[in-house]
Nanobody, 124 residues
Framework: QVQLVQSGGGSVQAGGSLRLSCAAS????????MSWFRQAPGKEREFVATFSLSRPFTTYADSVKGRFTISRDNAKNTAYLQMNSLKPEDTAVYYC?????????????????WGQGTQVTVSS
């Protein structure tokens, strides 16, 4: 049984930084495509970033490009989302997600495993 456990997040002022972590257990983490999604109040969950298994390894939503960085440490079975220059519109619950199949995708319905979600609040 694969589990994804998230940590990090919290509250920060605009322009600040936060880092989210997503620790995996119960599976072969190095074979998973790992992504981050977010859901703002009253909105649908949306794609943020993905770290796939082939080049280009990383893909970002236009809204976070240049500010967020997704990374992974296969030795620690952990994925990260470094968020810099945060804006109030980045306020959302953030979810990590894992996919067994190697093809990268931004479609959330194609992910097999999900973290529990973590709140990120950015104040102006």
């Amino acid at each position: 049984q694969v589990q994804l456990v998230q940590s990090g997040g919290g509250s920060v002022q605009a322009g600040g930084s936060l880092r989210l972590s997503c620790a995996a257990s119960g599976g072969t983490f190095s074979m998973f495509v790992m992504s981050w999604f977010r859901q703002a109040p009253g909105k649908e969950r949306e794609f943020v970033a993905t770290f796939s298994l082939s080049r280009p390894f990383t893909t970002y939503a236009d809204s976070v490009k240049g500010r967020f960085t997704i990374s992974r440490d296969n030795a620690k079975n952990t994925a990260y989302l470094q968020m810099n220059s945060l804006k109030p519109e980045d306020t959302a619950v953030y979810y990590c997600a894992g996919r067994r199949a190697p093809r990268r995708t931004t479609a959330q319905e194609e992910y097999d495993y999900w973290g529990q979600g973590t709140q990120v609040t950015v104040s102006s």
